[in-house]
């Protein structure tokens, strides 16, 4: 009884309690992506003034994919905006959450990830939900750019990063953040349309390209005809 009297207050809030989890999970993802990152050749400085401007997990691993890849430039930053399009109607969900001044909005904008826009539209009561978006934001962007930082750190020592597994880290983190969506059958079919493109265009497209098309799987996210849904019930 002691001992549960004696823990912080922090550890007994359900929002922080789990906030301070995604947030050490988003460490570690991110510490890798620094050690893929510099040990593939991109300079240190460059993936975490990356990790702090443009704040968006998934897009930075594509970006250093295709990149260390070959591909153009312009193909990861087109990568990287069709990828991010579902901010638009995350933005739309969530507006009300944010202040009306523009620097709020313009804050909040940038905190805007899958993580905070979840734990915001969990939470009833629109304080909460405010609470709830700034609190998972901020302590994200906290842990974000830092880890980053500091795997690039290590990745500067580790020489060839095939001796030591990292050229399977870069897909095996991207698998892990798509695999936990697949319960959801709209996001199901759209990596399984995009998965097949890619497969499909790897013969006749550029290194790099095929990842670009298969993102016309996104399109497969979109809800079902009325019709075909009542065929299918």
Request: aromatic share 6%.
């Amino acid at each position: 009884m002691k001992t549960l009297q004696r823990t912080p207050g922090a550890l007994r809030d359900p929002l922080l309690r789990d906030v301070l989890s995604v947030a050490v999970a988003m460490a570690v993802v991110g510490a890798s992506l620094g050690a893929i990152a510099v040990s593939s050749g991109v300079p240190l400085w460059l993936i975490t003034l990356t990790a702090a401007v443009v704040f968006a997990g998934g897009s930075e691993f594509m970006a250093v994919g295709l990149l260390t890849a070959g591909a153009a430039p312009l193909t990861a930053v087109v990568g990287g905006l069709l990828l991010n399009a579902r901010h638009l109607p995350f933005g739309l969900a969530i507006g009300g959450v944010l202040d009306r001044g523009w620097p709020s909005r313009l804050v909040g904008s940038h905190l805007l990830v899958d993580e905070s826009v979840a734990f915001a539209l969990a939470q009833d009561d629109p304080a909460q939900r405010r609470r709830a978006f700034w609190t998972t934001g901020i302590a994200l962007y906290c842990a974000w750019a830092p880890s980053v930082f500091l795997g690039g750190l290590l990745g500067t020592g580790i020489g060839d990063p095939e001796a030591f597994g990292l050229d399977a880290a870069l897909p095996a983190a991207l698998l892990a953040l798509v695999v936990p969506k697949l319960s959801d059958r709209p996001t199901l079919r759209a990596v399984l349309v995009g998965v097949a493109v890619a497969l499909l265009s790897t013969p006749v497209l550029p290194e790099g390209l095929p990842v670009v098309a298969g993102l016309v799987g996104v399109a497969a996210a979109a809800p079902l005809p009325a019709a075909l849904r009542r065929r299918r019930a």
